[in-house]
């Protein structure tokens, strides 16, 4: 059963600084993998999809990596605002594709 | 297109009452997702649909629980009776899954089982 850890599962940090979240996954055997941001309240919203033939995807200021051999992606936010501040979760896609395992998220302050 | 519209956005009701949620897809999409969220658990995967067609429920907790997607565009989750312990946010999702394209999540409905 794939199981899906995200590190820090809190963090906190001034305007301004860039920032690295984690994601792990038990099974490579991974179709895609998928980082989601959450506001309180609200639902998620796609904010990068990695194939699993890929190594990085690119969005602004958004970042992410894949190393499927070692279970592993990363999160990197450049030059994080206020407006950033929200819960960020990964979430992997089976041999599927269809079935999306999701970590417990990170919650991230962004202080001004 | 406006993303995937679920109904309704907040409902309370008693214990042992009849719960069902509603759920329109982003139009073209072909795979249907019904995903619950709780503080404890986080997102669980409750069942998927593909072309209209059920393909996994493992993740529907109890018989209680039952879902149907009559056509391309409208789905629902229905709960039978009803339970406090069923309190969530319940989300729906779709995809197109042989592009392999990115989830689109709804807004969700928060349910208070009272």
């Known amino acids: 059963k794939q199981e899906v850890t995200q590190i820090p599962a809190a963090l906190s940090v001034p305007e301004g600084e860039n920032l690295v979240l984690n994601c792990s996954f038990t099974d490579s055997a991974i179709y895609n993998l998928q980082w989601f941001r959450q506001d309180p309240g609200k639902g998620l919203t796609s904010l990068l999809l990695i194939q699993s033939s890929q190594r990085e995807q690119t969005s602004g200021r958004l970042n992410a990596s894949l190393d499927k051999s070692s279970g592993r992606s990363t999160l990197y936010i450049a030059a994080s605002q206020p407006g950033d501040s929200a819960t960020y979760l990964c979430a992997v896609g089976d041999s599927s594709g269809s079935r999306l395992t999701f970590g417990e998220g990170t919650q991230l302050t962004v202080n001004p | 297109d406006a993303g995937v519209i679920q109904s309704p956005r907040h409902e309370v009701t008693e214990m042992g009452q009849e719960v069902t949620l509603r759920c329109k897809p982003i139009?073209?999409?072909?795979?249907l997702f019904w995903y619950r969220q709780t503080m404890m658990r986080g997102l669980e995967l409750l069942i998927y649909f593909n072309n209209n067609v059920p393909i996994d429920d493992s993740g529907m907790p109890e018989d209680r629980f039952s879902a149907k997607m009559p056509n391309a565009s409208f789905s629902t989750l229905k709960i039978q009776p009803s339970e406090p312990r069923d309190s969530a946010v319940y989300f729906c999702?779709?995809?197109?899954?042989?592009?392999?394209?990115?989830?689109?999540f709804g807004q969700g409905t928060r349910l208070t089982v009272v």
């Open positions: 999702a779709s995809s197109l899954a042989e592009l392999n394209t990115e989830a689109f």
């Open positions: 139009s073209g999409h072909n795979s």
